[in-house]
């Protein structure tokens, strides 16, 4: 007896793998339900800026075509990027937790896709990190060229899919619900060895080398750029380039591991 298809029947694939607005637009919703998120992206990074940053004498000195508050409000940014990005990609983990994964095994939506969401959400919860550190510095004394502002701004936002990936990535490593309590202290770390709080030519030759092989060394120095006009650009590039394609290639690997669970 041979099998037949009814017409009109056929399962047909999403276009894109499954990547769709619609998608996008739900999983924010869900984001934006989660109060860690927003700390994390919205009030953290801010309050840092106004902690280490609006000092009177840091607001009179130079550097490059900006203040000491303008370098420091950079750094701030590209750490609040870093903790948005990180922790929207490593809400993974709480669908892991509930048994997501298992019935994603169920979809035909394809693992490139996934990711490609969960990178995208993490990006926007990222502008909105980025903003919020470049709104407050407006108002505590960063000083630079209005296209040195923007050109910063949009480097430490593009440059943090880095931690999208590798919050995804730590996300489906790490079962626990509570990940960015795990992750941000190792974020900290990560910033102090990449030369995001102190710069690396204070801290010597062997310092400055281990740095650029961390994944925030790339992203700090490319946002900076614009107003220091330091550094080795091409290194910073392909280190952001090098660590995000490892992170993202990572995520794919283990949500396939996970889907594929019986």
Known sequence: MTAT?????????????????????????????NKRTVVFSVIMPPAFFLLFGSSGDYKTERVGEGNVTAYILISMAVYGAMLATTSG??????????????????????????????????????????????????????????????ACAVLAWVCALVFAAFGLFMGYLLPSENVMQILGPGLAILSFAGG?????DTLGHTFA??????????????????????????????????????????????????????
């Open 5 to 33: 298809t009814i017409p009109g029947t056929e399962r047909r694939l999403p276009r894109f793998g499954g990547f769709s607005l619609g998608m996008i637009a739900l999983e924010l919703r869900r984001l934006l339900r």
């Open 89 to 150: 990609g490593a809400m993974v983990s709480i669908e892991r937790a509930a048994g997501w994964s298992r019935q994603l095994r169920l979809t035909p939506l394809k693992p490139a896709a996934y990711v490609a969401i969960k990178l995208t959400l993490a990006m926007i919860i990222g502008a909105v990190s980025v903003l919020a550190v470049n709104v407050v510095g407006i108002f505590f004394g960063a000083d630079m060229p209005v296209g040195t502002w923007i």
């Open 209 to 262: 080398t281990v740095a650029k092989f961390t994944p925030v060394y790339g992203v700090g120095e490319l946002a900076r750029y614009p107003l220091t006009h330091d550094g080795d650009v091409w290194v910073a590039i392909l280190n952001v380039v090098v660590w995000t394609a490892l992170f993202a290639l990572g995520a794919m690997w283990r949500f396939r591991r996970d889907t594929a669970r019986v």
């Open 196 to 200: 995001l709080f102190v710069p690396l």
